[in-house]
């Protein structure tokens, strides 16, 4: 359930275009390498704590 939930956001094509923009912004100057990295960290941060947190609650719902 966890692993088929975060797939399927993470493979969502609109979450690769934003990417592919903050590329294109970097490559264009308007923001820093520094910049679109921390922006990503944070996303992959707010992901991993909810995968990890459904993840807690489908094991409690379980009785595991």
Not at 14 to 21: F, G, H, M, P
Not at 51 to 56: E, I, L
């Amino acid at each position: 359930e966890v692993v088929h939930t975060s797939m399927k956001q993470l493979l969502n094509p609109e979450l690769t275009a934003s990417w592919e923009k903050g590329l294109t912004y970097v490559a264009e100057g308007s923001i820093t390498p520094d910049e679109y990295m921390q922006k990503l960290e944070r996303f992959v941060i707010g992901r991993t704590y909810n995968a990890v947190h459904m993840g807690k609650c489908v094991w409690a719902a379980a009785g595991v």
